[in-house]
């Protein structure tokens, strides 16, 4: 399968406990991007990655949230102390990365963290 | 304040009837857009893009079409099929440049019956 994989498919922890999730992308691509998605809304977007380098992260990333790419292939992603409102589907794409001429991601199957 | 918007939470047709996913934006910067479908507890699958240098874009059964001026574009699915059941998500990003990032709307679920 060469496909975008994540790891684990599902989390349970209580509150305060930290967290940690895997994305390993296409093997080609170069761009990886995580997004949170919670019910009833569409994927937003958390942080992206041009190799090794994060280059953007959202506002809706706090300071207990930290993602990592190092040396450019798998990423985690990181919640501290986390809180009920975490809860959510943590979904990661890549892309080949084609500025100026579109840019197709591809998803994994997510990781659905519940914090109780 | 939503960029991307999906009015319709739902929609239902008929098994070989057309179905019709609309989507509108209010960003100018947006130059290019995408459809993904997504099924209960997996990550959205992409389906058709469209670039703004463009009006329709086909690919099997489905079609995209986008007009500018009005900031909208609409996604038909002919025939429907009781296996394009899942919820439609619209996308847009801006490619001048940046990450890219894309920006979802809320999602459309489409039922198709037999």
């Known amino acids: 399968d060469t496909g975008v994989s994540q790891d684990p498919r599902h989390k349970i922890t209580k509150r305060g406990q930290n967290v940690t999730f895997r994305c390993d992308p296409i093997s080609e691509h170069n761009r990886l991007y995580w997004y949170r998605q919670t019910l009833g809304q569409g994927p937003e977007f958390l942080t992206y990655f041009q190799n090794e380098a994060q280059l953007e992260k959202s506002r809706l990333l706090s300071d207990r949230f930290s993602a990592e790419r190092p040396k450019g292939s798998f990423s985690t992603l990181e919640i501290q102390r986390t809180e009920q409102g975490d809860s959510a589907m943590y979904l990661c794409?890549?892309?080949?990365?084609?500025?100026?001429?579109?840019?197709?991601?591809?998803f994994g199957p997510g990781t659905r963290l519940t914090v109780l | 304040d939503q960029q991307v918007k999906q009015n319709s939470p739902s929609l239902s047709v008929q098994e070989g009837r057309i179905s019709i996913l609309n989507c509108d934006y209010t960003?100018?910067?947006?130059?290019?857009f995408l459809w993904y479908k997504k099924y209960p507890a997996e990550g959205p699958t992409f389906l058709i893009s469209?670039?703004?240098?463009?009006d329709k874009n086909e690919d099997g059964r489905f079609t995209v079409f986008l007009n500018k001026s009005a900031k909208h574009l609409s996604l038909h699915i002919v025939p429907s099929q009781p296996g394009d059941s899942a919820v439609y998500f619209c996308a847009a990003s801006g490619t001048q440049g940046g990450s890219e990032k894309l920006v979802f709307g809320k999602g459309t679920k489409l039922t198709v019956n037999p």
């Open positions: 960003n100018s910067m947006f130059d290019y």
């Open positions: 794409a890549s892309s080949l990365g084609s500025s100026g001429r579109g840019n197709e991601q591809f």
């Open positions: 469209i670039s703004s240098i463009k």
